[in-house]
């Protein structure tokens, strides 16, 4: 990923004059009926299309927002393929009008500004343009409906317009920008709110974001570029409505705590595994009793292949060659999470699952010198299978794992909802219970738990991954050993991720590993870590610092982290990833101490990361 990188919104260029809106009569009444607001727009507006659901359309995620921010809303998607301002005109009335809007936001220019191939002049010229955008807010207006316009996002390098002229010569943007210009102006002259999608999106361009990660063609968003309107969208209309709560509780999509790099300091790290062109991956440790050995399982292959398990003697420092296994450990289906557990009568034992369907466990007696075979452990499946596994104050253990649809029965299918399961073990891990929903959703994919218990022991705190990526990470909390669990709650942004595994320092703080995902970040794609407490999770805050520890080369394709904390403080974490550019991922611990990392930011050895807020 890229270094010296600077993350920002830019500042929104409102021009809100909500009083005036008031004074002319232009608000109405509306009791307690929900507000209205229609999106009228192009394809972009309406977003639907391969990858991109009806409920991870920016209109349909704002409402969840605004629902979020006690807002009762109701946001009418009114886009159009392939449409213009001047077709805008002829439904306007029928199509956004006669629902008797409280706001209609207004995005157009994609398609106005279009060169066609083997053309020579826009769509429709920016005169034209220009006039009918007056004329759009005009009869908003005038209906009693406050308009809010939005520009166009810059195309991205893959744009099909990339592929002929002007384009190639002139640049992707240089005719979509004057458009864009013209907006603003409207916007200016009419006294009314912008949301400038193309001057943020090509400010995150210029500091090192690569945009087309937000569309699926370089033009059109993909849920995760939906998610980022959205907000961009919600910030400005909370300067509009009265009844919104303080816009705070919606997390932005980016970070303000310092951002160490430990990524070129090679002394940190120890290599694991590695084997020429075969593919390591998605590790999971255990730290035994005696706070010195270790062992290490993971995948030849993506998730699914035969698991390796490796030994350490010295807390990391060395590791074994590979060890024997049972023979149908070569038939793992997806990533194995291994787990220490202790039985009502005090035997101590080491238990390692494998998902999908069935779900299946292999055991040992003996600290791991010997193994069972995988054997199911019911007629049930599901994905990353028992990624958490927390003993619960009554000697009963309590796993956590998620599916969506496909593996939770034989012959399931895709449905679309994402359901959080728990299972119970009252006998030290051999047997367990049939899965109980936690929850489960369609608009926020909410999977890979990871379980934290609070200092005092009293509370349980489950991170999310949020697979839709039209959101930041979530959280939940239980504080009667998981029988109830609160509403799931957006994390801030530097919590963003997948696959969270924590431990606590000596001194209390937390050090969290995982799969970068902001949506805005320095380190997107790479191997990072969070060091905060227990109380800024569950206060909402941003934490300490963030750290990234391995500079990924390819994607997202790393970091499911096995993380260990010696009785000195010496954090061992360990994970996949393709740290060396066009070779296959290996394995790779990183050791550190939060002592050295306070010195670092001490000293402002810290990476630049800034935002503005609107």
């Known amino acids: ?150 520009t166009s996002p810059p195309m991205g390098e893959r744009s099909p317009a990339g592929k002929y002229e002007p384009y190639v010569s002139q640049g992707l943007n240089f005719k979509l920008a004057a458009y ?15 949301v400038d999608l193309f001057a943020e999106w090509s400010a995150w361009g210029r500091k090192g974001t690569n945009i087309d990660r937000w569309m699926t063609d370089g033009i059109h968003p993909n849920p995760e570029g939906h998610g980022l309107i959205a907000k961009s969208l ?40 590695r084997e020429k062109d075969q593919y390591l991956g998605h590790p999971t440790t255990v730290l035994l009793k005696d706070q010195k050995t270790m062992i290490i399982v993971y995948p030849k292959g993506h998730g699914r292949g035969a698991v390796v398990m490796k030994r350490s003697a010295d807390g990391g420092i060395t590791w074994s060659d590979r060890l ?7 038939t793992s289906l997806e990533v194995p999470t291994l787990h220490r557990v202790i039985d009502p009568q005090g035997i101590k034992r080491l238990i390692m699952f494998s998902g999908l369907y069935p779900i299946r466990l292999a055991v040992s007696d003996d600290d791991g010198l010997s193994w069972s075979p995988l054997n199911p452990i019911g007629d049930f499946g599901g994905i990353v299978a028992m990624g958490c596994v927390e003993r619960l104050r009554n000697g009963d253990y309590m796993a956590m794992f998620h599916d969506d649809g496909r593996f939770i029965q034989k012959d399931g299918e895709r449905t679309g909802v994402f359901t959080l399961y728990k299972t119970l073990s009252q006998d030290g891990g051999i047997t367990w219970s049939y899965p109980e929903e936690i ?11 990871g379980i934290i218990r609070s200092p005092d022991g009293n509370q349980l705190a489950v991170l999310l991954r949020e697979n839709s990526r039209t959101r930041n990470s979530w959280i939940i909390f239980s504080d009667d050993e998981g029988l109830t669990w609160t509403e ?15 431990r606590y320092a000596p001194d209390g703080r937390l050090f969290i590993s995982f799969r970068d995902r902001t949506h ?10 969070w060091v905060g407490t227990y109380q800024d999770m569950a206060e909402g805050r941003e934490g300490q610092y963030r750290v990234r520890l391995m500079d990924n080369t390819r994607g997202a394709d790393c970091a499911y982290p096995g ?38 930011v001490a000293k402002g050895d810290v990476m630049a990361v800034e935002r503005h807020l609107p």
């Open 439 to 449: 929850l489960k959703g369609s608009r926020v994919h909410l999977c890979e738990p």
């Open 234 to 273: 919600f910030y400005v209309l909370a300067e509009e409505i009265e009844s919104i709560k303080a816009p705070g509780g919606i997390e932005h999509p980016n970070y303000t705590i310092p951002t160490l790099d430990l990524a070129d300091q090679t002394g940190r790290q120890v290599i694991v595994d």
């Open 324 to 330: 024997p296994t049972p023979e149908n450990w070569a």
């Open 520 to 529: 805005l970040s320095p380190t997107w794609g790479d191997w990072v870590a």
């Open 1 to 150: 990923m890229r270094r010296g990188f600077l993350v920002g919104i830019v500042v929104l260029g409102l021009v809100l004059f909500s009083a005036l809106f008031l004074s002319c009569g232009t608000e109405k009444e509306r009791g307690d009926s929900p507000i209205t607001i229609v999106t009228l727009g192009d394809s972009i507006t309406k977003g639907v299309r391969q990858g991109v659901g009806v409920e991870h359309t920016f209109s349909s995620i704002l409402e969840d927002i605004l629902a979020e921010a006690g807002v009762h809303a109701k946001v009418v998607n009114q886009g159009v393929g392939r449409e213009q301002t001047d077709m805008a005109l002829s439904r306007l009335e029928q199509d956004a009008l006669s629902l008797d809007p409280d706001y209609v936001v207004i995005m157009y220019g994609t398609n106005d500004a279009f060169i066609d191939e083997g053309k020579e002049d826009p769509r429709l010229s920016l005169e034209a343009y220009t006039q009918n955008l007056g004329k759009l807010v005009k009869r908003c207006r005038k209906a009693g409906a406050v308009p809010v316009l939005m």
């Open 180 to 194: 864009v210009e013209a907006c603003r102006d409207v916007a200016q002259a009419e006294g009314i709110p912008l």
């Open 563 to 600: 993380v260990e904390m010696l009785p000195d403080g010496t954090a061992v974490t360990t994970t996949y990833g393709h740290w060396t550019e066009d070779e296959q991922p290996y394995i790779v611990s990183v050791r550190l101490r939060l002592e050295e990392l306070d010195s670092m």
């Open 488 to 502: 799931p709650r957006e994390l801030p942004a530097s919590l963003t991720g997948d696959r969270h595994t924590g």
